[in-house]
């Protein structure tokens, strides 16, 4: 039977606990921080405040008020009994912080899944664990009241009418880090489970209907037809294209495991998938086994770190539904980031990243001209080796609506905090 989250993480949750630095020391250790754009914190301890993933909207439509989790400590995974608050940082008011709720569902790489609700940024929402199921809130603005939604939320449709919910129960069981700790995975011993998988959500209702079974995918053959019907499947990054017709989901397995070592062995293996957002219409868009970062350019392409067949490593553009296929930004994007597109009149811009450099241990945020082939680094960002594995802090650049400013997590002065830059500047002299 597959090991658990705690199994899993003992052996390099230890040794990272016991090396952890989280003061001012650490950036000693790294090359210097350097910024080309005005940046300043938005957040400060002695707490520590990031958001999480690239693909979530973390600014309200003025761009003022900006989405963050706050945590007390650092340095190891979370347990079910660790509760994290939620808020936001008002830019126009000096920075004030609002508590607006808790939560004990959540990670270091993707926090709870905090973000923006509909155009008009009308309410937010996170998740969190209510007794035996994992759900999610919503708080509207107008009236601070919350209500619950009886399934977390992975993504949601522009427009804030669905989202899209997936067992993370199960991705806490295969890929610690992105799930949440709390509750068992109900399906441990089952490699590709039929009531297992991704739910479309109506946000108003709270309805649920699931649209894709990891028994489903499992299915699907490869490119050489095989079905790895030994291997343990999950769901895992998911996002809805802007018209709200179409979604990503990666599908991925881990090939084999060892009852007798109880770990699973070898990595995992990816593809992606598209589908109606009635989990009808699915195609497999990348069978590479190698797809990680991406981003809906528009409604029908993809941009994607991955390696195509007879393809070197990097980004390339995907049409849905075709196997129209394009290199992107090779020479001056070389390796994996967490890339997104400013929204217009800005989107022929490449907001992206990278993990820290094996020499200096700095993190560079940069922005990529497409038209132009122009790559402008915005800054590096000292990441102290203690940072590293599950409890990392990747900058994961997010742009506000206006494209002009960007967020990003850091833990270069004592702490992860986040750090808001000014691009316009940048923009105005392209």
Request: charged residues 25%; glycine residues 10%; proline residues 7%.
């Given at each position: 039977?597959?090991i658990?989250?705690?199994?899993?993480?003992?052996?390099?949750?230890?040794?990272?606990?016991?090396?952890?630095?989280?003061?001012?020391?650490?950036?000693?250790?790294?090359?210097?921080?350097?910024?080309?754009?005005p940046?300043?914190?938005?957040?400060?301890?002695?707490?520590?405040?990031?958001?999480?993933?690239?693909?979530?909207?973390?600014?309200?439509?003025?761009?003022?008020?900006?989405?963050?989790n706050?945590?007390?400590?650092?340095?190891r995974?979370?347990?079910?009994?660790?509760?994290?608050?939620?808020?936001?940082?008002?830019?126009?008011?000096?920075?004030?912080?609002?508590?607006?709720?808790?939560s004990?569902?959540?990670?270091?790489?993707?926090?709870?899944?905090l973000?923006?609700?509909?155009?008009?940024?009308?309410?937010?929402?996170?998740?969190?664990?209510?007794a035996?199921?994992?759900?999610?809130?919503?708080?509207?603005?107008?009236d601070?009241?919350?209500?619950?939604?009886?399934?977390?939320?992975?993504?949601?449709?522009?427009?804030?009418?669905?989202?899209?919910?997936?067992?993370?129960r199960?991705i806490d069981?295969?890929?610690?880090?992105?799930?949440?700790?709390?509750l068992?995975?109900?399906h441990v011993s089952?490699r590709?489970?039929?009531?297992?998988?991704?739910?479309?959500v109506?946000?108003?209702t709270g309805?649920?209907?699931?649209?894709?079974?990891?028994?489903?995918?499992?299915?699907?053959?490869?490119p050489?037809?095989?079905?790895?019907?030994?291997?343990?499947?999950?769901?895992?990054?998911?996002?809805?294209?802007?018209q709200?017709?179409?979604?990503?989901?990666?599908?991925?397995?881990?090939?084999?495991?060892?009852?007798?070592?109880?770990?699973?062995?070898?990595?995992?293996?990816?593809?992606?998938i598209?589908?109606?957002?009635?989990?009808?219409?699915?195609?497999?868009?990348?069978?590479?086994?190698?797809?990680?970062?991406?981003?809906w350019?528009?409604?029908?392409?993809?941009?994607?770190?991955?390696?195509?067949?007879?393809?070197?490593?990097?980004?390339?553009?995907?049409?849905?539904?075709?196997?129209?296929?394009?290199?992107?930004?090779?020479?001056?994007?070389?390796?994996?980031?967490?890339?997104?597109?400013?929204?217009?009149?800005?989107?022929?811009?490449?907001?992206?990243?990278?993990?820290?450099?094996?020499?200096?241990?700095?993190?560079?945020?940069?922005?990529?001209h497409?038209?132009?082939?122009?790559?402008?680094?915005?800054?590096?960002?000292?990441?102290?080796?203690?940072?590293?594995?599950?409890?990392?802090?990747?900058?994961?650049?997010?742009?506000?609506?206006d494209?002009?400013?960007?967020a990003?997590?850091?833990?270069?002065?004592?702490?992860?905090?986040?750090?808001?830059?000014?691009?316009?500047?940048v923009?105005?002299?392209?």
């Open positions: 039977m597959p658990s989250r705690r199994q899993f993480q003992l052996a390099a949750a230890g040794a990272g606990a016991s090396m952890f630095m989280g003061g001012r020391g650490a950036a000693a250790e790294t090359g210097p921080l350097e910024t080309f754009v940046t300043r914190a938005v957040t400060r301890g002695p707490l520590h405040h990031w958001f999480g993933y690239y693909d979530k909207r973390e600014f309200d439509p003025t761009n003022r008020l900006i989405l963050a706050q945590v007390g400590f650092e340095g995974g979370p347990t079910g009994d660790d509760t994290i608050k939620v808020g936001f940082v008002d830019t126009a008011d000096s920075d004030a912080w609002h508590e607006i709720g808790t004990t569902a959540w990670g270091w790489q993707q926090g709870c899944m973000q923006w609700v509909g155009a008009e940024g009308q309410a937010i929402l996170w998740n969190d664990r209510q035996d199921r994992f759900v999610c809130r919503v708080r509207q603005q107008d601070g009241s919350v209500r619950t939604i009886d399934r977390p939320i992975y993504t949601i449709t522009s427009d804030g009418r669905y989202g899209l919910s997936v067992d993370f199960r069981n295969l890929r610690p880090g992105y799930g949440y700790d709390g068992s995975d109900p089952n590709a489970p039929r009531d297992s998988g991704i739910w479309r109506d946000l108003a309805e649920s209907k699931l649209i894709m079974s990891l028994a489903d995918v499992a299915d699907i053959p490869w050489d037809g095989s079905r790895h019907s030994e291997a343990w499947h999950y769901f895992n990054h998911l996002l809805i294209n802007p709200g017709n179409r979604f990503i989901v990666l599908h991925r397995y881990r090939p084999k495991f060892d009852p007798q070592t109880r770990r699973f062995q070898g990595g995992f293996v990816t593809r992606m598209t589908a109606n957002l009635d989990g009808s219409d699915r195609y497999v868009l990348d069978p590479s086994g190698f797809t990680s970062h991406f981003i350019k528009n409604d029908r392409e993809v941009t994607t770190w991955t390696k195509p067949a007879g393809m070197p490593s990097g980004f390339y553009r995907f049409t849905d539904q075709t196997r129209d296929v394009s290199a992107v930004g090779h020479g001056k994007m070389p390796t994996n980031g967490h890339n997104t597109y400013l929204p217009p009149p800005y989107d022929d811009w490449i907001l992206n990243d990278t993990y820290p450099d094996r020499e200096t241990s700095r993190q560079t945020v940069f922005l990529y497409v038209p132009s082939d122009r790559r402008v680094d915005l800054g590096h960002f000292p990441s102290p080796p203690a940072y590293r594995g599950e409890w990392r802090c990747d900058t994961h650049p997010r742009s506000s609506d494209g002009t400013r960007v990003i997590d850091s833990p270069h002065d004592g702490g992860r905090q986040v750090f808001l830059l000014d691009i316009k500047e923009l105005d002299s392209a």
